[in-house]
């Protein structure tokens, strides 16, 4: 059965970066598109960028486009979220996830069947 491990969050400044890399194991994740998510405290989980499993079609949450980018490194086996320009409102603990929906990108949390643990990213001015 996939499994999902995040990591790369932790305290960044206003206008800094982070790289979030999501590693899997247990299935190659060649046959699943993939999403992040985050959650902020008190409000509910959002995606905020996507991709098909053949990595056509990518989608970001508006509040993210231009600055968080999703890739994939297919020998290692991670998909990543380069995440620049950071604001306070990307605060939130961040998910990666995986669906089965081989060839829809989503930001829709009800599409995935495969989840992380989660990472903490804390943006501070």
């Known amino acids: 059965q996939l499994q999902l491990v995040e990591s790369g969050g932790g305290l960044a400044k206003v206008g800094g970066s982070l790289r979030l890399s999501c590693k899997a194991s247990?299935?190659?994740?060649?046959?699943?598109?993939i999403g992040w998510f985050r959650q902020a405290p008190g409000k509910e989980r959002e995606g905020v960028a996507s991709?098909?499993?053949?990595?056509?079609?990518?989608d970001y949450a508006d509040s993210v486009k231009g600055r968080f980018t999703i890739s994939k490194d297919n020998a290692e086996n991670t998909v990543y979220l380069q995440m620049n320009s950071l604001k306070p409102d990307d605060t939130g603990i961040y998910y990666c996830?995986?669906?089965?929906?081989?060839?829809?990108?989503?930001?829709?949390?009800?599409?995935?069947?495969?989840w992380g643990q989660g990472t903490q990213v804390t943006v501070s001015a």
């Open positions: 996830a995986a669906s089965e929906m081989f060839g829809v990108s989503s930001l829709e949390s009800q599409h995935y069947t495969y």
């Open positions: 991709s098909s499993g053949r990595w056509s079609h990518t």
């Open positions: 247990g299935s190659t994740l060649d046959f699943h598109a």
